[in-house]
């Protein structure tokens, strides 16, 4: 019984209340700007961090600390991103706000990684140590009722001011009627930017609390505030009592499941686990039609590349591919292939995201499946049983996966997605029955019958070719009568059902098959650095991913070969960079802004080759049409 | 009412109109879909914009609100320019534009909805309570409900309210007779009319010709983004059904 006791107490006190501070900070951003804030955790760890650097090193009182970080320095960050990244992105697809949030998050833990190096353990005092109270038998810190009390404080404050005050007022007349409210005289921006400051300043109050709990780390402060996004799913993403009662019952799980469940092998990090479950079954049980969000997307399909023009670009790029794979000195193949093969995961991408309008953050684990078959099935001399084997496996994970989709849109899918990444990260790759004790497996590169590709130089050029051949192969799936029901389905849900086109039998060709692109994208990927480990697919890579296609343009196929060089080259980069991370926060920060200010990529309006041929033939040749006419306008114009 | 009607031509040199629009182009992308609109509105005056379908009444709404930047041209308001000017600075101003349809927040109560009409500027809470619910006694009793759950009647009486208690120097109203019933409509304009009464200059858009010229002091005919006619409702009356119809009347009788 006090065993039992104490497994809520902590439940509540200790994770149930922060997962709501910041779990309704993710609400309050939402709401006001309709943006999916991935970054909550990671501004909440830089809060934390802050508090630490001014509390611990710079000797400030911890009352001023807290104050300075939660009421003015969060608050001027989270207006600033508001008004610098997201404000353009209002109307812009799904994918490219959830990417620009995305970068925020790999940004924010990049630069933390720069200014604290992640090797010193930092601890961050409770508040009031040693200070404690017993209620029941069972004792509670003062720290703990803190947290208690910052959370109902929180709660109460947020709900009196939507309620009770004009700005509050104002914020929800915002969600509610745009427009309207600027015909009132009340500015819409200025609420979006509200909403943004209360959100960090919320996830802040939350790192802070929590940062005395667990060490001061900078992966854990991310992804532990990770866990608020399931406490928010409970509210929707717009009720603020559920969502409290949403992070209390997560909390109360979380702590029983580890108190009482055996630690078995399969569920070695069952810290992880919970919430993610936790996240799928809200995700799948909540009824969706209500909470399908009907937003206007303005978004300008890029011009489709036709037949004649894709075998000519492909065969071109295959010859130089060819003279690179002789030229190019012999260090550079073990970047260059590895970042054709993910060039080659990204191209999954292409048809999930970008033409099949559905955002997965699940590629990297599709991948990993892949690498996993290849290893176990093709053996030490890459038998092609192998690759079958890796398209096989991860086309029927991904059919599966893809059930739910059949009934989920949007954000609800890519969390659901998000979910099985870090479902897949905890109970397969880091798994020793799964990658062995040494976390790492070999792949073979595949042994082709008649020439040989396993030398670094051949395998190279046998990447470039694989590309290109699912790169025209997708082309010419846009092209075709069923490309243009995958962009009418993403254009409008509700047209199709009247037109009686069949969207669950399309949904689920489509991810299967992206799934299965990523398969043997991941099992070329372990080929190219001949053995894969669970650092090769971590969840957060397949963000990184998704963040690369998108700011490379996702529904251009030269846009993921461009990202995939560029992913490869960043970790060429690091390597020769004092400061590991920078490199890769400076690509990051980027991409982000790149993709706030066109989220359609540079390959998206206009490809390089027509660049090129405008540009020369200016004089003679037919005028352009892309300064007149935007390629692609309306999808329909694409698919006529 | 009659009063306003007729010596309209000899107060032009009193004080400059509420509003005024000169050369107005504006345009979707490349699509013009205003050519030159020239328009007028004196203090005290309804002045009823008709037209079919598509005609770009509702465009050049929102080319006075604030919400669209015309291309070409100058929106002047109680003699000052305000050609772009943000939608939020000109409702501060007393530009009161009751969009078409939903001029009211359906998942806020009728009290929070007056609540927002208070950003008009040096309003209080108050005065805008005691002002709708002694006109609408109906909503009085709705205060807590949420908008959404109006009647549609009721639901304009509560965006009419706005017009009503933030005295706005011009009041903008989109088809406000979509979708209600005959009687509700009457009821609607005598209040338009009885806003009027108090000074304030009207523009009012309605596809329904009918209903508008009884209201109106004057009243302009627009097809194809173009002004074709602009007159008195005894004038204009007539012509209506010919120019919805077709515009190849109309440039007769506007180059007459």
Known sequence: MSQFLALTVAGIATYGCVYALTAMGLVVTYTTSGIFNFAQGAIGMIGAFLYWELSQVH????????????????????????????????????????????????????????????????????????????????????????????????????????????????????????????????????????????????????????????????????????????????????????????????????SYGVGYLPISVLWSDLEQVIPMLFLLVVILVLPQSRASLARRVRVRAPRVVGRRESLVRGTAFIGIAVVLAFTLNAASFSYANRGIALAIIMLSLTLLTGYGGQVSLCQLSFAGLGAFAMSKVGGTGGSLLGILAAVGLSAAVGAVVALPALRLRGLYLALATLAFAQGMDAAFFNNIDVFGVSLSLSVARPHLPLVSVTSDRRYFAFLCIVFTAIAIGLLALRRSRFGRRMLAITDSPSACLTLGVDMTRSKLAIFTLSAAIAGLGGALYGGAQSAVSPNDFPFILSLTLLLLAVAWGIRTTTGMLVGGVVFSLGSLLDAHLTHPRDAFALLVGVAAIGVSQNPEGPFGGRTVMRMWRDRAGRAGSPPSTSAEVPPGERLTSAAG | MTAATEPGA?????????????????????????????????????????????????????????RMRPTAGRVLVAGNDVTGTSPEKLARQGVCSVPEGRGVFPNLTVAENLRMWTYRGGLRRSDVEEVTYARFPRLADRRRQLAGTLSGGEQQMLAMSRALSTKPTLLLLDEISMGLAPLIVAELYELVASIAAEGFAILVVEQFAHTALQVADRAAVMTQGRIDMEGTPAEIGPAVGDLYLGSIRAEGSTTE
């Open chain 1, 59 to 254: 000797g400030w009182p911890s009352w001023a600390a807290f104050t300075v970080v939660v009421l003015f320095v969060m608050p001027l960050l989270g207006a600033g991103l508001e008004r610098i990244l997201l404000r353009r992105l209002e109307h812009a697809g799904l994918e490219a706000q959830l990417t620009v949030t995305i970068a925020l998050l790999l940004l924010g833990i990049a630069v933390a990684t720069a200014i604290w190096n992640p090797s010193t353990a930092r601890t961050v005092p409770p508040f009031f140590a040693g200070h404690q109270v017993s209620i029941g038998g069972v004792v509670l810190t003062w720290h703990q009722l803190i947290i208690v009390g910052a959370s109902a404080a929180a709660a109460v404050v947020l709900r009196l001011f939507f309620y009770r005050t004009r700005p509050g007022i104002a914020t929800r007349a915002v969600v509610d009627d745009r427009e309207l409210t600027a015909l009132t005289g009340a500015a819409p921006a200025r609420y979006a930017e509200l909403g943004w400051a209360m959100g960090c300043s919320l996830s802040a109050v939350a790192g802070i609390l929590i940062a005395s709990q667990i060490n001061l780390d900078i992966n854990n402060l991310t992804l532990l505030v990770v866990n608020g996004y399931a406490a928010a799913m409970v509210g929707r993403l717009r009720s603020l009592p559920l969502t409290f009662v949403g992070a209390i019952v997560l909390g109360l799980l979380q």
């Open chain 2, 10 to 66: 000899d107060r032009v040199v009193e004080a400059p109109p509420a509003l005024r629009l000169i050369g107005i182009r504006a345009a979707y992308e490349r699509v013009e879909v205003l050519h030159d609109v020239e328009l007028s509105v004196r203090a005290g005056q309804v002045f009823a914009l008709l037209g079919p379908n598509g005609a770009g009444k509702s465009t050049t709404l929102r080319v006075v609100s604030g």
